[in-house]
């Protein structure tokens, strides 16, 4: 069973993530700030993170530059809403994250692109 770790501050937003890759029969590891996310990284082996980029104690950027150094092929997806400025958008491609999705965002969609992040 492939293990994903999300690194979500809004409890409404992580709820539905896990809910919907639950349904899909992934394992997932829900943390809500910098700080558990790169514990997170570390000590739970996740096959793939999804992230947010603004968020408490540390930024998803700082995550994304830990997680490449820590689990250099662990495909990461970045959850953004649209407002967030572009060019922290460019610095996580820059970093090497696999996709983008854009807040509010489709559940179907965001599994869907999980599915193609884990082939």
Known sequence: MKRI???EDDLLISSLVQFRLKKDGYETIV???GNE???AIDEEN???IITDVMMPFRS????????RQHKP???IIVLSSLGEEEEVVLEAFNLGVSDF????FNPNELA???????R
């Not at 999705?101 to 509010?104: A, R």
């Open 5 to 7: 770790l999300i690194i």
């Open 31 to 33: 943390v809500k700030d």
């Open 37 to 39: 996310g790169i514990k």
């Open 46 to 48: 996740p096959d793939l």
């Open 60 to 67: 998803g950027i700082e995550i994304i530059h830990h997680a």
């Open 73 to 75: 092929d662990v495909p």
């Open 101 to 104: 999705i854009p807040k509010p």
């Open 112 to 118: 869907i692109r999980v599915k193609r992040a884990l």
